[in-house]
């Protein structure tokens, strides 16, 4: 991996206003990225996949990329009131690399 490269991230946040996000591979998790940039992410458990306080979706055309959600991940999301089967994810259980370079996420409305 060369950590010489940025990852672009582009995120909606709950208010509907855009933003682009740099940061390089190996770093840390999109949770991480986006409580730093506080947009909202709570992110109580500090990222050990415990609360969905971290709850994103991801744009459907750049989900080819990503691994599909953990039994973890699909037990703490289904009961989330905005869960959607295809693209809700836990922003702490992606890990910054480049395969999210250009990636477009929305963050959950709170529950």
């Known amino acids: 991996m060369r950590n010489h490269i940025l990852i672009t ?22 949770m991480d990225v986006l409580y730093d940039e506080d947009l909202d992410v709570e992110a109580v458990c500090g990222g050990c996949a415990s609360c969905a306080t971290c709850h994103i979706f991801v744009n459907e055309d750049c989900l080819d990329g990503l ?22 994810r836990l922003s702490c259980q992606m890990p910054i690399s480049e395969s999210l370079d250009g990636i477009t996420i929305t963050i959950a409305p709170e529950e």
């Open 9 to 30: 991230i582009n995120v909606i946040d709950r208010q509907g206003a855009e933003h682009k996000l740099s940061t390089k591979p190996g770093q840390s998790t999109l």
């Open 67 to 88: 691994p599909e959600r953990d039994d973890i991940q699909n037990m703490l999301l289904q009961y989330q009131g905005h869960f959607d089967d295809k693209t809700s």
